[in-house]
């Protein structure tokens, strides 16, 4: 930080700022964790200014030396972490991943069976906004209003009808197991390529503390920065024969030159995420979010699904007094950080979101347990039950703020 004070002290000053937000803060954000300081060094290493493009030995600039070193540890440590038959490491992120994989044997126009955005999908699953849904005719399965879990039988229907030629495991806001098995012999049933998108579950899975998808699919894809821990940024792994297609579909197809810094902060965490440092927190992330669910479902919250199998916890507030957007800012000023997430019950109400999704990763990198994690549960809930009151927040953001200096940051240091 040394050069940076130097040559733009309001950026330093920045920097320095978000550090202490995040020291004196409960992140709760279910997309987000404290990331080892390793792997904030290697991004930040020269490797971030190498033009590359193309794979290893086979580039299209000189000067590769290192940097085909750097994407060949990812590869080799990345397909033998997650048991993958082929790996690429290149997406840029989630979305870019996703992209690749469905141009990589997709035409456009191809039907694509994906789960619904208020029930749990992601944008890049064809949502009207995002391009894939221009690309792509997406049709959407839904959870089961009573259980509020995924329906297989359902879905099984959906796709006898629909004839996808490719389905969608996998979720942004869903806080259960996908049986990946029964979605293989789903899309065997009709043909389509299975591709799961792990991106929320990729740490839980390394550490084996969730099934995995790999043996099941075609294609699975991640991000990095979630429960991984890694750096930014996304990964394909897939069954040998398509990976000839997702290089090209990655490069030329979908990107230009990929970000080596990154790259060598997804060998990184792949060879951290072997640590019992990793697999201790990802047990505890596990945990903690099914304390999280308890202590809610104790104090009558309405809590999506009954549970939760993994790192995420979805409130619904609709029988609450509180919308997601005034208890996210509620909490916020009380110094809990997490995000509102539309709910199924939303999807008839343009622009209503009434839940709040809360995740379970970093406040476990942070060495919170049991005791910790019914203390937030309380003081999330005096807070959100007297928005207006300022005494009650400023008291709950004090409460919040001990919690914090008792658990620091460590950033891998000591877990
Ligand atoms: C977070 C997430 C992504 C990520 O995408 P980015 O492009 O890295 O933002 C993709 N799919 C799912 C299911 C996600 O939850």
């Known amino acids: 930080m040394l050069y940076l004070a130097n040559d733009d002290p309001e ?3 920045l920097v320095i700022n978000e550090e202490s937000r995040l020291e004196t803060t409960l992140n709760l954000i279910a997309a987000e964790n404290h990331s080892p300081q390793s792997i904030l060094e290697i991004m930040g290493s020269v490797f971030n200014t190498k033009t590359i493009e193309g794979y290893p030995g086979k580039r299209f600039h000189s000067g590769c030396i290192h940097v085909d070193k750097v994407e060949n540890l990812a590869i080799t440590r990345g397909k033998s972490l997650f048991g993958a038959e082929y790996i690429n490491v290149q997406p840029h992120s989630g979305t870019s991943a996703n992209l690749a994989v469905y141009f990589s044997v997709l035409k456009t126009g191809d039907r694509v069976l994906s789960m619904s955005l208020p029930h749990g999908g992601h944008l890049s699953h064809g949502h009207k906004a995002s391009i894939t849904s221009k690309c792509f005719d997406f049709s959407h399965y839904k959870v089961n209003s009573e259980t509020e879990m995924i329906d297989y039988d359902r879905v099984r229907e959906m796709a006898l009808s629909v004839k996808p030629r490719m389905i969608v495991a996998g979720a942004s806001s869903y806080p259960r ?5 029964k979605m293989s012999q789903i899309a065997g049933e009709v043909s389509a390529f299975l591709l799961a998108d792990m991106a929320h579950l990729a740490g839980l899975v390394a550490a084996k503390v969730i099934p995995s998808p790999v043996p099941h699919c075609d294609f699975v894809t991640f991000t990095c920065y979630k ?14 024969t398509f990976g000839k297609k997702i290089d090209k579909a990655v490069f030329p197809g979908c990107q230009g030159t990929s970000a080596v810094n990154l790259i060598a902060a997804k060998a990184l965490i792949f ?26 479902m104790e104090k009558d919250y309405h809590i999506i699904s009954g549970g939760t199998d993994n790192h995420q916890v979805l409130i619904d507030l609709t029988s609450r007094s509180i919308s997601g957007k005034s208890a996210e800012d509620c909490l916020e000023s009380a110094g809990i950080i997490l995000n509102r997430n539309v709910v199924p ?11 709040i999704r809360l995740g379970s990763g ?23 039950m007297n928005p207006a009151k300022k005494a009650v927040v400023k008291e709950v953001r004090n409460r919040v703020l001990k919690l914090c200096r008792e658990f620091p940051v460590n950033r891998f240091a000591e877990a």
């Open 11 to 13: 950026l330093a000053k």
């Open 345 to 355: 019950k939303d999807e008839t109400t343009l622009g209503k979101v009434s839940g």
């Open 271 to 296: 060879k951290l995420a072997r640590e019992e440092k990793f697999v201790s927190i990802q047990k505890k992330t596990i945990q903690n979010a099914r304390i999280m669910a308890e202590a809610l």
């Open 177 to 181: 197991l996908i049986d990946y098995e």
């Open 362 to 384: 970093a406040v476990s990198a942070r060495g919170m347990g049991e005791p910790q994690i019914r203390k937030i549960v309380e003081l999330m809930d005096m807070a959100m």
């Open 227 to 240: 429960t991984m821990m890694g750096g930014r940024g996304g990964v394909i792994l897939c069954k040998e």
